[in-house]
Structure formats: C-alpha cells, structure tokens
C-alpha cells in the first residue's frame, strides 16, 4: 500500500490550499461569525494520516458535517473515493460553486489536476436522518459506511455522539480546530493529537 502522495497531486493541493486560504470568511478573518478551515494546516494532517495508513488513497469515504462552502471536500476530493459534505446555512452552501469554477480555471492556467468528480454536498442538519437517506439514494453510502468523519470544533460533542453511535467500528472523526486541550468522547479513542497532526487537529477511532 502506496503511503505517500504523488507529488503532482500534492501540487494540486497546495493549490487548492493557496486558492481558498486566501478567500477566508468572516467579520475578522478566519476569527469571525464564519470560521473557515486552513486548507494548508489541514493538508499536513491529511499527509500524517496517509503516512501512517489511516486514510487510504481512492478506497476512503469521507463525510464532512459541516462544510461551509465545501472546501474541505475539494481538497478530500483528490484523496477519497468519495468526498460528502453537509451544511445546514443554504447561503454558505451555495458560494460552493462560484469558487470551484474559479478555482477550476486558475487550476486550468497552471496545468494542474482539477478535482475529481466526487463531491456530493447536500443542505441540511448532519443529524438528520432525513439528510442520511437523501445521501445513501445519491451516493449508495449509508452513515455506516463512511471511513472518515470531519468536524471544526464548533459541535464536535454533538457530532461525536452521531460517530460514537452510528458510525462503523473502526470509522475515524477528524476535529479541526484544537490546541493543547483535548476532548474526550464516550466510543471514541484518541489516534493522533494536534502535535502529531499538523498542529491543529485531532483523530478519533470508534472502539
């Protein structure tokens, strides 16, 4: 099993990165009313998780439960077999795509891989059992089968409940958005802390 990226993908993703990093949201950059994630932060966690086994390449499903403007799945795009995402603000879910195609052509100008053809993104509360079967019937993939979860910090307790209870034994949830204090979730079990992952993140197994 192939443990590294090929470099030009990984040439896509600091692109990728660069592109949405320097549109972040809010009253005050990343520290206002929307947070947004920083893509580069969180490439050097994806590239832990590849190194050590935990996300494998074109075989992992990744859901993420809160995705903003879907970001977050673009750049999961290149490393999944499926990228989902789920946002309850329909206005933040729809600057989804004006930035792709934008990033589609800067993409195209650079002689870089656009993302693959995997995103499903969908409007509604992650903890909605409604929103689940409207994911099964577009994508054939149930809760239960999803390989890796993502949160930024803002209801990571309610979301952790939703993988300790309903995920697949084995299935990790990624929590953006931490520093030297670490949660502790009923189910799950700590894999990697913040200073192992880029500095910012923290991966939990289902026991």
């Known amino acids: 099993m192939n443990r590294t990226l090929d470099q030009h993908v990984l040439r896509s993703l600091r692109k990728v990165a660069a592109f949405f990093d320097a549109r972040k949201v809010g009253e005050v950059g990343s520290l206002g009313f929307r947070r947004s994630t920083d893509l580069l932060s969180l490439l050097a966690c994806l590239r832990g998780l590849v190194e050590e086994g935990l996300l494998i390449p074109g075989r992992s499903s990744f859901l993420d439960l809160g995705c903003a403007d879907g970001r977050v799945n673009v ?15 329909e206005w933040t879910l729809e600057e989804y795509e004006p930035l792709k195609n934008a990033l589609l052509e800067e993409m195209a100008r650079e002689d870089l891989r656009s993302p693959p053809d995997n995103i499903f993104l969908f409007h509604g509360d992650s903890t909605d059992k409604q929103v689940h079967q409207d994911i099964l019937r577009e994508t054939g993939l149930s809760l239960g089968q999803f390989d890796l979860f993502y949160t930024y910090l803002v209801m990571h307790e309610e979301f952790a409940r939703l993988v300790a209870d309903r995920a697949k034994k084995g299935a990790l949830f990624m ?13 799950l079990r700590l894999v990697t802390s913040p200073s192992s992952a880029g500095g910012i993140a923290a991966v939990y197994r289902k026991t």
């Open 175 to 187: 929590v953006y958005g931490l520093d030297r204090i670490l949660p502790r979730y009923d189910g």
């Open 75 to 89: 750049m999961m795009s290149y490393l999944v077999k499926t990228s989902v995402g789920v946002e309850l603000d």
